[in-house]
């Protein structure tokens, strides 16, 4: 018959081994947390910077201003060119403010609602908009 043998491990050692096992496991997965490549997420969305589009009316034409950095929609003003133009077409001052607002309130031109007394022209900025946005993504 074999002799039963006990093997003593003194506490403190496996207090040690435990802790490198523990820091050993924390450094594999933090080495392989850095080395795994990431989702686009972590790119810039848009390239910093002021974008325009035209809108033309008749003889005259707006610019849309949009003002965007690296992850987010800054900013959308109408640009007039002319002086005109608010006196004779008041409806872009009111639904542009409104529009803007919203794109840079949700930061998604597809959840913005248009006005129903102004579809037309908020049908007209939104494609403006969606334009200098097409213009600021970064590619």
């Known amino acids: ?76 003003k109408l640009v007039h060119n002319d002086d005109s133009i608010p006196v004779f077409y008041p409806i872009f001052e009111n639904t542009a403010e409104h529009i803007g607002g919203q794109v840079v309130k949700l930061q998604d031109i597809s959840k913005v609602e248009i006005p129903e007394d102004s579809e037309i022209t908020g049908s007209l900025i939104v494609s403006a908009i969606e334009e200098s946005l097409a213009k600021a993504k970064n590619k």
Do not use: C, Q, W
């Not at 050993?24 to 969305?45: E, M, N, Q, R, V």
């Open 1 to 76: 018959m074999a002799k039963t043998r006990f093997m003593v491990i003194k506490f403190r050692e496996l207090i040690k081994t435990a802790i490198f096992a523990i820091l050993g496991t924390i450094l594999i997965i933090a080495i392989i947390y850095f080395l795994i490549p990431h989702k686009d997420s972590d790119k810039a969305t848009y390239i910093p910077g002021v974008y325009t589009s035209k809108i033309g009316i008749n003889d005259e034409s707006l610019n849309i201003e949009l003002t965007v950095d690296e992850s987010e929609i800054k900013s959308v």
